[in-house]
């Protein structure tokens, strides 16, 4: 492992990080069978769709009861039922992929008993090997993704249970609540955060990424003010449409996992993506990256949805496990039947103007109309959002919404790639078919109905709480505490690829990288503000998420690594990234630079400290899901 890692460092500086990754990288892979685009309709917020989960109160707050569990649902009409795992609201005890949302008011906290009713085995190849997952498959952590929560009711990897009452070391169910029956669990959200959509997901360790991608996620809205008084000037419009885009496989025959129409996700990590240490991969085994190649938004596959004339705000995220997506809108070319209309991309549709992002809206509204560096790009995990405004298309127009980012991100691998005329299949699905990963979403333009949309400027409201450092300037300010950390990329001990977080301070022989498991170091004072400059030493962006913080970017700046010197000067973040965030892309060869305060959550209880690492136990980690799990995720401690 040592001489690998020593001959990366080597090679990195010769050739410059980007250049770093001659085993790239195809993950023994499945097609889903082809399927029509643009049958359902896209499922809004509202029992028809995602179903809103309704509380009651209860100690102060808005109490919800949820279950999880296993159930089916057909995702298109020439699929079979799917087998999921999912979330359902326990008064109803009705499951819906992506479902149930909640969502909270500013300053009013959640309460929340989730009942784990997920069956004994999992519907996914669990692999054994990564750490944590030797462990029951019906585990489940509540995260609550964006959350300033106390740590107990973090969802954090080691704060899991069991169907059947067993506790990771870091559980600790809301003491103010009665006990926990075995199998249930109960959370506190104080919700003190200005609005802004965040979502809650599993985090249960050595098996996130098979949780999430088996349904274990859902949004989590939050409402304030600010956001009402731009509602109600017209600023924003009132027509709210959440946009949750995933990628996924699905079976096309029968395997020891499952039927045809379940999910299907990789077992088998493809021997050319072994480096030359390696022995052979455990089976199921784990793999660099999961990319599918079917897009699914708001739980159902390749949606179509009817507009008007109008404005509408777009609320998106990105809960793909790996997959980075841009969004851009394109007219369809002339269509030979309803639903065969490929993007024109000759014909851009109307711009969007991004007001929000992970931490609530930007200081500023900012132009995306898909132009180079005004491109939306949401990593895994990332937010955005939109106002775009349909009112001068003609009516009758189909626009489609296009993602053409490359996956893996940057690098990109055309094997990873499904467009309209099929790059990797065998044989190419007829016009209007998928698999097709470029596709996201039909719009269909159609006449306004009822008054038009009230006109108003768009004065977005002051970042809540202030900026740590005016947007737009790259200094740091003096006397606080910087930590230089790294992001890296090796072998495990099977040879396979693993990431890994570390400090510049070697622990392992001749790399940087720590396991997720080595004692803590990054350890700040409740109430200290710090800075990190975080030096990605690997080939790929990392969608890097902090728990309990919002950051704000500084700077990013290339650096090369064998002088150990910067290569130019800093930069500043996009324009979409000068608002709060907790998930930042972190690109090779840059250092990236986040400020942020490490405020403790107010909660009605004392908080104890974790029995597992001391202090209030967080975590950061890439969210490239199958990253995150193998190793790339380091404790975050406040003390
Ligand atoms: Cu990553």
Same mark, same amino acid.
């Given at each position: 492992m040592?001489?690998?890692?020593?001959?990366?460092l080597?090679?990195a500086?010769?050739?410059g990080?980007g250049?770093l990754?001659p085993? $790239?990288?195809?993950?023994?892979? =499945?097609?889903?069978?082809?399927l029509r685009?643009?049958?359902?309709?896209?499922?809004?917020?509202g029992?028809?769709?995602l179903?809103?989960?309704?509380?009651?109160p209860y100690?102060? =707050?808005?109490y919800y009861? &949820? !279950?999880?569990g296993q159930y089916?649902?057909q995702l298109h009409?020439?699929?079979p039922p799917t087998?999921?795992?999912?979330?359902a /609201?326990a008064?109803?005890?009705?499951?819906?992929?992506?479902?149930?949302?909640?969502?909270?008011?500013r300053g009013?906290p959640v $309460?929340?008993?989730m009942?784990?009713? &997920?069956?004994?085995?999992?519907?996914?190849?669990v692999?054994?090997?990564?750490p944590?997952?030797d462990?029951?498959?019906?585990r489940?952590?509540?995260h609550?993704h964006?959350?300033?929560?106390?740590w107990?009711?973090?969802?954090?990897?080691?704060?899991?249970f069991g169907?059947d009452g067993?506790?990771g070391?870091s559980a600790?169910?809301?003491?103010?609540?009665p006990?926990?029956a075995a199998?249930?669990?109960?959370? @506190?959200?104080?919700?003190?955060?200005?609005?802004r959509?965040?979502? @809650?997901?599993?985090h249960?360790?050595?098996?996130?990424r098979l949780?999430?991608?088996a349904?274990?996620?859902s949004a989590y809205i939050i409402?304030d003010l600010?956001?009402a008084?731009?509602l109600a000037?017209? =600023?924003?419009?009132?027509n709210?449409?959440p946009?949750? #885009?995933?990628d996924?496989?699905?079976?096309?025959?029968p395997?020891?996992?499952g039927? =045809?129409?379940?999910?299907?996700?990789p077992s088998n990590?493809?021997?050319?993506?072994?480096?030359?240490?390696?022995?052979?991969?455990?089976?199921?085994s784990?793999?660099?990256?999961?990319f599918?190649? #079917?897009?699914?938004?708001n739980?159902?596959?390749f949606?179509?949805?009817?507009?008007?004339?109008?404005?509408?705000?777009?609320?998106?995220?990105?809960?793909?496990?790996a997959?980075?997506?841009t969004?851009?809108?394109? @007219?369809a070319?002339?269509?030979t039947f309803?639903?065969s209309?490929?993007a024109d991309?000759?014909?851009?549709?109307p711009p969007?103007v991004q007001?929000?992002a992970e931490?609530?809206?930007?200081p500023?509204?900012v132009l995306l109309d898909g132009?180079r560096?005004a491109?939306?790009?949401?990593?895994?995990?990332?937010?955005?959002?939109l106002i775009?405004d349909?009112?001068d298309?003609?009516a009758?127009?189909i626009?489609?919404?296009y993602? /053409?980012?490359?996956?893996p991100?940057?690098s990109?691998?055309?094997?990873n790639?499904?467009?309209?005329?099929?790059? $990797?299949?065998a044989t190419?699905?007829?016009p209007?078919f998928g698999p097709?990963?470029?596709?996201l979403l039909?719009?269909?333009?159609g006449?306004?109905?009822g008054?038009p949309?009230p006109?108003?400027?768009?004065k977005l409201?002051?970042?809540?709480?202030a900026?740590?450092?005016?947007?737009g300037?790259?200094d740091?300010p003096?006397?606080?505490?910087v930590?230089d950390l790294t992001?890296?990329?090796?072998?495990?001990?099977?040879?396979?690829? #693993?990431q890994?977080?570390?400090?510049?301070?070697?622990?392992?022989?001749?790399?940087?990288?720590r396991n997720?498991e080595d004692a803590p170091t990054?350890?700040?004072?409740a109430g200290?503000i710090?800075?990190?400059?975080?030096?990605?030493?690997s080939?790929?962006?990392?969608?890097?998420?902090?728990h309990?913080v919002?950051?704000?970017?500084?700077?990013r700046?290339?650096?090369?690594?064998?002088r150990?010197?910067?290569?130019?000067?800093? $930069?500043?973040? /996009?324009a979409n990234?000068r608002?709060?965030?907790e998930?930042?892309r972190m690109?090779?060869?840059e250092? !990236?630079?986040v400020?942020?305060?490490?405020?403790?959550?107010p909660?009605?209880?004392f908080v104890?400290?974790?029995?597992?690492t001391g202090?209030?136990? @967080?975590?950061?980690?890439?969210?490239i899901?199958?990253h995150?799990?193998?190793?790339?995720?380091?404790?975050l401690v406040?003390i």
């Amino acid at each position: 492992m040592g001489a690998t890692r020593r001959e990366f460092l080597r090679l990195a500086g010769a050739t410059g990080v980007g250049a770093l990754l001659p085993w $790239r990288r195809a993950s023994a892979s =499945a097609q889903s069978p082809s399927l029509r685009k643009f049958i359902h309709r896209l499922p809004g917020l509202g029992p028809s769709g995602l179903p809103v989960a309704t509380a009651v109160p209860y100690l102060g =707050a808005d109490y919800y009861q &949820l !279950t999880a569990g296993q159930y089916m649902q057909q995702l298109h009409p020439q699929l079979p039922p799917t087998r999921l795992w999912g979330y359902a /609201d326990a008064t109803t005890g009705v499951h819906r992929h992506l479902g149930p949302v909640i969502v909270a008011q500013r300053g009013t906290p959640v $309460r929340l008993t989730m009942t784990n009713l &997920l069956p004994p085995v999992h519907l996914l190849p669990v692999d054994t090997s990564l750490p944590g997952a030797d462990l029951p498959h019906n585990r489940m952590a509540l995260h609550l993704h964006g959350g300033r929560t106390p740590w107990i009711s973090d969802g954090g990897p080691f704060s899991w249970f069991g169907a059947d009452g067993t506790y990771g070391p870091s559980a600790i169910s809301a003491p103010d609540m009665p006990p926990p029956a075995a199998g249930t669990f109960n959370y @506190y959200y104080p919700n003190d955060q200005s609005a802004r959509l965040q979502w @809650y997901h599993d985090h249960a360790v050595g098996i996130t990424r098979l949780n999430a991608y088996a349904g274990l996620a859902s949004a989590y809205i939050i409402r304030d003010l600010e956001e009402a008084t731009l509602l109600a000037s017209g =600023a924003i419009p009132p027509n709210e449409i959440p946009l949750i #885009i995933q990628d996924k496989t699905f079976k096309s025959e029968p395997d020891q996992w499952g039927q =045809a129409g379940d999910l299907w996700y990789p077992s088998n990590y493809a021997a050319t993506d072994l480096g030359p240490f390696g022995s052979p991969a455990p089976f199921p085994s784990c793999v660099p990256e999961f990319f599918g190649d #079917i897009m699914l938004v708001n739980g159902l596959v390749f949606p179509s949805v009817h507009l008007e004339q109008r404005k509408y705000r777009l609320r998106l995220l990105n809960a793909c496990n790996a997959r980075f997506c841009t969004v851009r809108s394109f @007219y369809a070319q002339a269509a030979t039947f309803p639903g065969s209309a490929e993007a024109d991309l000759r014909r851009p549709g109307p711009p969007f103007v991004q007001i929000a992002a992970e931490g609530g809206f930007l200081p500023d509204p900012v132009l995306l109309d898909g132009s180079r560096g005004a491109t939306l790009l949401l990593a895994p995990g990332e937010r955005a959002d939109l106002i775009a405004d349909f009112s001068d298309v003609p009516a009758g127009s189909i626009l489609i919404l296009y993602n /053409d980012a490359p996956a893996p991100f940057p690098s990109g691998d055309s094997e990873n790639d499904y467009d309209a005329d099929g790059r $990797r299949n065998a044989t190419p699905p007829e016009p209007g078919f998928g698999p097709n990963t470029r596709t996201l979403l039909q719009i269909v333009v159609g006449s306004r109905i009822g008054a038009p949309d009230p006109h108003a400027p768009l004065k977005l409201p002051r970042l809540d709480p202030a900026p740590l450092v005016p947007p737009g300037v790259t200094d740091l300010p003096p006397g606080i505490r910087v930590r230089d950390l790294t992001l890296n990329e090796d072998f495990d001990q099977f040879g396979r690829l #693993i990431q890994r977080m570390g400090t510049t301070l070697p622990v392992h022989e001749g790399t940087f990288a720590r396991n997720y498991e080595d004692a803590p170091t990054e350890m700040p004072e409740a109430g200290a503000i710090e800075a990190w400059r975080i030096f990605n030493l690997s080939g790929d962006t990392h969608p890097i998420h902090f728990h309990l913080v919002n950051v704000q970017i500084v700077s990013r700046q290339a650096f090369d690594v064998r002088r150990r010197r910067f290569l130019g000067p800093p $930069r500043l973040p /996009d324009a979409n990234e000068r608002g709060w965030k907790e998930t930042v892309r972190m690109n090779p060869g840059e250092c !990236t630079t986040v400020i942020m305060k490490f405020d403790l959550a107010p909660a009605p209880f004392f908080v104890p400290a974790s029995p597992r690492t001391g202090g209030h136990e @967080y975590v950061w980690h890439c969210h490239i899901l199958e990253h995150e799990e193998h190793d790339m995720m380091r404790p975050l401690v406040v003390i």
